[in-house]
């Protein structure tokens, strides 16, 4: 199948959050579209969240060497957040906001992505530390599924 002009995908989109003893779950079902480009697959989509009046792009690009770096929020916009995820790695990264930019890190303990031609669909799992300055800001969970 030819993915280079992308397709249209269902996403069902689940994230969980504990911070300071306190846990949020959050799940999103939107449509997006999935592209693969050389190596890469890209999975993208709006998250529309109502409650909080917010709109954000996001991409999911899952490299060929089993990476995934996230994207939420465009290049335009006052905030923008991008994660690397790789298994049993602590990665520096950067959060941009209005107030300038912040220098995050991840630590991965698991990450599974599983994917199926017919029909073409999959399930991304990542489980993740955040840290700014040295300090612990939380731990997440994140999985994410497509179909198309």
């Known amino acids: 199948m030819d993915l280079s002009r992308g397709i ?22 939107e449509t997006g579209s999935l592209v693969e480009l050389n190596d890469t697959l890209y999975i993208r989509y709006r998250e529309l969240n109502e409650a909080e009046g917010t709109d954000y792009p996001v991409t ?36 941009r906001t209005p107030y300038g930019i912040i220098p995050v890190e991840t630590v991965t303990p698991r990450l599974d992505v599983r994917l199926t031609e017919a029909p073409l669909a999959g399930e991304i799992y990542v489980e993740y530390q955040l840290f700014a300055n040295g ?14």
Not at 8 to 29: A, G
Not at 135 to 148: E, I, P, S, V, W
């Open 60 to 95: 999911l690009k899952l490299r060929g060497d089993g990476d995934i770096q996230l994207t939420r929020g465009g290049s335009e916009d006052d905030m923008q957040l991008k994660l690397h995820f790789a298994n049993e790695r602590r990665i520096l990264t950067r959060y």
């Open 135 to 148: 300090d612990h800001l939380g731990n997440y969970r994140m999985r994410l599924q497509f179909t198309a």
């Open 8 to 29: 249209p995908v269902t996403i069902h989109l689940e994230t969980y959050v504990t911070q300071d003893d306190q846990s949020e779950e959050h799940v999103f079902d």
